[in-house]
């Protein structure tokens, strides 16, 4: 039997969503409040699914041709002031450097809230012929945006991502990679996080500081919110002017170099929790569980079971599958209702009756089904169930973001709807910032993009009556 | 043929070392200087290094049970205050956040230049019980260090590193922890970087700012300077006492935690340089080497060339050799040249008279021994001679160490052998600082370490004659 009284820690998701997401967050050890405002302190549970996340998407960058760099934390003032809307967007939520050490510094430095500048200054010393690109460079790092409200994974004055900064030679190379890495950002999100992504495009209003247009991929949280969860920019020639970074083509001609830049960071974490966690805890996709199943003996010092948990650990090993032999002195209910909370994919149960039988029992933390298996079989079972598990958490993530995305075709209609069911909601739009912002004020919803499937379901924006553009998905955010 | 014009640009180690080092990195395209005084940009070549160094030493981190973690970047500076010793080294050299977006702060905030104090403030909310210990955490991040003078990878206000932090019940624990790490990183250095190092113990004048000792891993560079390359710290419980680090023991008495700290950085780049680099640019070890084997057509518009080397490359891939072909329509002499700069440890030649004899020709980079080979069995060659590659860079680097350490028995002789040889001086020393004082002053050496094989070479302090208490490897260092 599961322990309760550890799972009664956790807020239940229907009672305070917000509540339920930080006891996740703190009882399965995943991250902690540091002492300095705002800066989260990621722990070895949290750090390895972040690891996690890292070694798969870098594979993926790189099998693009991607190559890694390191820039400068710090960027000059006057460095983030060359691309006007850039500095716009950023230089308020800056953390500024002004003391090297005793000394005054003659320019203050803002430690990067993102990178494109200092990327751009090295373009322009780095290309100079059409045979230097395209250059495609990503980083690894740490970035800061002084933020006055916290949560963690979603928003921290100091959080992890990758940049990515690429420089082409034509308009078309730079909306290729712009795409390209929006899509690979979708496969990664529901091949390795089994969660479906609604990729688009951002209105004006929410785009990037500086770029030409931002794409980006949304997914739906449990309590229907969206959650924005990484973004591919096409700049255009908007950097390279500013920053004069040009190179000589096949003629001898100087051109201007068309850039991109995309990331994606911790929130990632974030998106898990709410997407697959439930009362009992974290519920982590098999691809990315840094465990994938936690091996409990049952009555561990009757005679074998210890033996025979440390045999069916091995064989766990042996096929692959990351496990833990949980061998403390805790209880077996405290161990069941541990492994719930850390979301760990399967979890084998083997006790004296199992022994004699010769079998012992995995049960999926995802549906909780219990599977009696052959002692013999149980490593090729897991295996299979694994590869089972992250399918279905996935096709019930779609199921669920699928069944919360509703019509609406008047303006009524469309506040309800926000309102009083939780999801996104698709309704047609004229293309106006206005409209936005009156939508954002009557509902707090935003405009979360254009999604590439467009389809005409009304001729009117939902919000002033004037002809439509687009299609538009709207939703309350994180 | 090698073309010269590329490797002329390189000055030659003798003539130069120091621009010689310079020329190295610029041409081998590690490193390039960024507008942000004393801070580097890591270009691909340069970070792919780092990333294999990172990749080995962090499997090799988890083999002992460490898990990592990531703290925050900014340091209170109360925080910071905390433990005199460290504040008094740390301070004069932090970079100081004053303003976080308009508002100013009401206490700055260094950028960590290392994070004990950071360790020491989780340690003190997690660390409750015996049962909670040890903690084992590491972190990968970027640290600053506001200096005057920098070079590459040696000294810049910003570098790369690894902190691990630890947490111990006793003092035992402690001191053995900090002896594990320091032999591990002697062991990948020279395993992995093909660097022999000299272990020991710093002198109470060397060692770090609030540790109780200090030990490290000293290697000879070409020139016969010495580079600190890791250092393993001991802090007893003097941190513990600062931020009142306690837990309760089995009896349910309250004791203070035991503490260590130990890192290496992207100096050990600088370090693969300057010990195995010659007049033609780097020489890597293949372990360590982001590109293992280049395959260089000779004409490669002649029939069958560019078919037998894809052929050939396809082989060293399947071989698991990290290979690249350079089919651009640079010279062969160029790219032979290039493969020299780059360090890339193998490279493969296959031209029409190599094609009709059935056969390619392997050249060394350490040696530049040219090793015939035939078509079917280069990859398993290639792979064979990598390993042999390894083995010797090694063997090289530890006789060129071995021969460079003399031993002085007086002053005079002491003062010529620091002067005139390049390389290490064993010599007796008193224990006062008072005498590592002077001889920084007459010879600008420092003591190394006291090596943990230690000899009574002589009686007497070499510097003021008293009582000796130790043998000290001294040597002017970077």
Known sequence: MVDKKLVEEITSREVDFAQWYTDVVKKAQLMDYSSIKGCMIFKPRGYAIWENIQKSLDARFKETGVENVYL??????????????????????????????????????????????????????????????????????????????????????????????????????????????????????????????????????????????????????????????????????????????????????????????????????????????DDSGLVLPPRIAPVQLMVVPIGQRKEGVMEGCQKLYDSFCDAGVKSVLEDSDKSPGWKFAESEIRGIPLRAELGPKDLAAGQCVLVRRDTREKIPVSIDGAADKAKELLVQIQHDMLERAREFLNTHIYDAYDYEEFKATIENKPGFVRAMWCGNEECENTIKEDTTATSRCMPFEQERIAESCICCGKPAKKLVLWGKAY
């Open 72 to 277: 400068p934390m710090f960027i000059p003032e006057s460095l983030l002031q060359k691309e006007k809307d850039h500095v716009e967007g950023f230089a308020p939520e800056a953390a500024w450097v002004t003391y090297g050490g005793n000394d005054e510094l003659v320019e203050r430095l803002a430690v990067r809230p993102t990178s494109e500048t200092l990327f751009c200054d090295l373009y322009s010393n780095i290309i100079h012929s059409y045979r230097d690109l395209p250059k495609l460079y990503n980083q690894w790092c740490s970035v800061v945006r002084w933020e006055k409200t916290t949560r963690p994974f979603l928003r921290s004055s100091e959080f992890l991502w990758q940049e990515g900064h690429t420089a082409h030679a034509t308009a078309e190379d730079a909306e290729e990679r712009t795409i390209m890495m929006l899509n690979l950002y979708a496969d990664f999100c529901e091949q390795e996080l089994a969660i479906p992504m609604i990729k688009g495009k951002k209105t004006d209003k929410e785009k990037f500081a500086g770029a030409e247009s931002t794409y980006t991929i949304e997914a739906m949280m449990h309590d229907g919110k969206a959650l924005q969860s990484g973004t591919s920019h096409n700049f255009g020639d908007g950097f390279a002017r500013a920053f004069d970074i040009t190179y000589s083509d096949k003629n001898n001609e100087l051109c201007y170099v068309y850039q991109t830049s995309w990331g994606m960071s911790t929130r990632l974490i974030g998106a898990l929790i709410m997407v697959h966690g």
